[in-house]
């Protein structure tokens, strides 16, 4: 009469465990090893994946830096791209921006009776500081469906668009800042300032850690659902509107009066923050710490909210686009 061998016994090399499975502390890859006669831990093994983990996703923006000399030539050639044969070239980013201030300044100054000395300089540097806002909302939303091409057949980081896209921004914003420097001079600009205004180093730097994360977390869940892109569009144009690009706060509160609830709505519109921590030391106004505070902690919100969607979804952003 035959009698059946365990697989255990049968092999000399191995040894019968006397603990029960249930009171086994050892993970159930080490006691099923995966081999030719255990095809279930074979198939464990196989679907074991790190794509979806913060290890993943920081080495992703690792190594995406570490490729800058992609993105800075990328960068720089969507401008030589944008400007091709013409005389002025990247110049024409100035003038725009320019010729679009003054407009405005010189109107809105007649229509709010404010005085154009004072009004222009505001106005303008509020333009500029909003196109880097805009452009961070916009554009980066497109951010990877702009890059099929590039996602599907170059084999880069992720994060090398985002880079790239924030490059060409910085890029937009050191041109019209020829502007400011004119105003410095043409409308005595640099009389207000004091050694308080080098805070604007660090808040233009605040600006731009700021667009990455919304270029991530936009640009990921836009390419998922598309309908995103025109919401941003529509909610980017109201924003502008709300936020005192184009007003002060000072002429609001002289409206509707200054002790009024309604004159402290602008207080929940985000881009008023942002905007103020450049703005204000630039023309050498006074600056208030809340507003710091303000666009700190929505930093941090920002950034936790990006790395989670990358550690997520970056995987998959290929399949999407």
Do not use: C
Not at 208 to 220: A, D, E, P, T
């Amino acid at each position: 009469m035959s009698s059946t061998v365990p697989a255990a016994a049968a092999r000399p090399d191995s040894e019968v465990s006397a603990v029960p499975p249930e009171q086994s502390s050892v993970p159930t890859t080490e006691q099923n090893p995966a081999t030719p006669e255990n095809p279930e831990a074979n198939a464990a093994v196989a679907f074991v994946s790190d794509s979806q983990t913060f290890r993943r996703a920081f080495r992703d923006m690792r190594e995406g830096f570490g490729q800058r000399e992609l993105w800075l030539s990328l960068g720089w050639q969507d401008i030589k791209q944008r400007y091709r044969r013409s005389v002025l070239g990247p110049f024409w980013i100035t003038i725009a921006t320019g010729v679009q201030a003054a407009a405005m300044g010189i109107l809105y100054a007649t229509l709010l009776g404010q005085p154009l000395r004072e009004y222009l300089p505001y106005v303008t540097v509020g333009l500029i500081v909003w196109n880097v806002i805009s452009a961070s909302i916009l554009e980066g939303s497109d951010v990877f469906i702009a890059n099929e091409g590039l996602i599907k057949q170059l084999p880069s980081a992720l994060s090398v668009h985002i880079y790239r896209l924030v490059w060409r921004q910085l890029l937009f914003f050191a041109h019209n800042l020829v502007i400011y420097l004119l105003l410095l001079v043409g409308f005595g600009v640099w009389e207000n300032l004091s050694w308080a205004s080098l805070l604007a180093i660090p808040a233009i730097l605040l600006i731009f850690l700021n667009s990455m994360w919304v270029s991530i977390l936009f640009g990921i869940f836009s390419t998922r659902y598309r309908d995103i892109a025109p919401i941003l569009g529509s909610m980017t144009l109201m924003l502008f509107v709300l936020t005192p690009v184009m007003w002060t706060t000072k002429t609001l509160e002289d409206q509707i009066g200054g002790a009024s609830d309604r004159a402290r709505l602008v207080e929940i519109i985000p881009t008023f923050h942002y905007l103020e921590i450049v703005r204000a030391p630039l023309l050498g106004e006074p600056q208030e710490p809340r507003h710091w505070v303000i666009v700190g902690t929505i930093t941090v919100i920002g950034w936790i909210g990006a790395v989670l969607a990358m550690k997520q979804y970056r995987a998959r952003v290929p399949y999407w686009v």
